[in-house]
């Protein structure tokens, strides 16, 4: 079983940054991958980033290319995602999830509870 919390969410201006942060417990990233995925209202949950655990390889949704970056620290057991240049379309409550790196939600084995990001234009 695998515990994750997410971190660092909030309010900011367009253009502005936030981090991300996903904590494990229990058996940790031990997974393959771990992703994060965001659900903004009356749509639904949409795949933004993961990293594969052994190797570091790192997969984006094109949308956030250039602007956001996945990483993983193995000591800390945890995933970040750095967002950049945010933009209104970017509001929404934010998903650490692991188990996979694939783009659809059913792939992963555990979430957590989320945490909302604002981007006021």
């Known amino acids: 079983q695998v515990q994750l919390v997410e971190s660092g969410g909030g309010l900011v201006q367009a253009g502005g940054s936030l981090r991300l942060s996903c904590a494990a417990s229990?058996?940790?990233?031990?997974?393959?991958?771990t992703g994060w995925f965001r659900q903004a209202p009356g749509k639904e949950r949409e795949f933004v980033a993961a990293i594969r655990w052994s190797s570091g390889r790192t997969y984006y949704l094109d949308s956030v290319k250039g602007r956001f970056t996945i990483s993983k620290d193995n000591a800390k057991n945890t995933v970040s995602l750095q967002m950049n240049s945010l933009k209104p379309e970017d509001t929404a409550v934010y998903y650490c999830a692991a188990g996979s790196t694939d783009a659809t939600p059913r792939a992963y084995d555990y979430w957590g509870q989320g945490t909302q990001v604002t981007v006021s234009s």
């Open positions: 229990g058996r940790t990233f031990s997974t393959y991958g």
